[in-house]
T-cell receptor, first 112, second 114 residues
């Protein structure tokens, strides 16, 4: 079993939809969780960071961590065509974060 | 503008011909790292550097070398490239070692080894 599993999609939704993106992981030592967004022909950029379990909200984006289930989610409300990108989850067991483990990424397409 | 600059963006080469992909950042970041991104495998770390003259292996270091002689530069060296090193490569940097500090990525180098 891979350390981090992420459904690659693609996921296609209409504008305004609520999107749920998910990752599961096997290493219970992971405590730091991130979501990166990657537009086509660009490098990834950090979208959300959360520590341990709980929710974090930033505008239309909500990151959720359930450590008991080893499951993290990113919710996008009122999705826009500009949200069309690949979303990668990333995790680290230590605060130094020298070796992030990335998921394979989920490709999202939002149509207007 | 704060950025991580990789060169070249595209590179086609032949097996065994040594090449260097350059990476430079203008943000005075201590931490720098190289990743490769392959379909179905995602982003995997090749090497990272915590500061000048301090480098360490990531998950897939075989066939690669790095050096960190200056804080701003972190070149990736393929001494004898092989077709299985055909991939999309990203350099990234971060201020300090805290995982809550965002990684800043370059725009990638697409390498094809024939």
């Amino acid at each position: 079993q891979k350390e981090v599993e992420q459904d690659p999609g693609p996921l296609s939704v209409p504008e305004g939809a609520i999107v749920s993106l998910n990752c599961t992981y096997s290493n219970s030592a992971f405590q730091y969780f991130m979501w990166y967004r990657q537009y086509s022909r660009k490098g990834p950029e950090l979208l959300m960071y959360t520590y341990s379990s709980g929710n974090k909200e930033d505008g239309r984006f909500t990151a959720q961590v359930d450590k008991s289930s080893k499951y993290i989610s990113l919710f996008i409300r009122d999705s826009q065509p500009s949200d069309s990108a690949t979303y990668l989850c990333a995790m680290s067991a230590d605060q130094a974060g020298t070796a992030l483990i990335f998921g394979k990424g989920t490709t999202l397409s939002v149509s207007s | 503008e704060a950025q991580v600059t990789q060169n070249p963006r595209y590179l086609i080469t032949v097996t065994g011909k040594k090449l260097t992909v350059t990476c430079s950042q203008n943000m005075n970041h201590e931490y720098m790292s190289w990743y490769r991104q392959d379909p179905g495998l995602g982003l995997r770390q090749i090497y990272y550097s915590m500061n000048v003259e301090v480098t360490d292996k990531g998950d897939v270091p075989e066939g690669y070398k790095v050096s960190r002689k200056e804080k701003r530069n972190f070149p990736l060296i393929l001494e004898s490239p092989s077709p299985n090193q055909t991939s999309l490569y990203f350099c990234a940097s971060r201020l300090g070692t805290g995982v809550n500090s965002p990684l800043h990525f370059g725009n990638g180098t697409r390498l094809t080894v024939t």
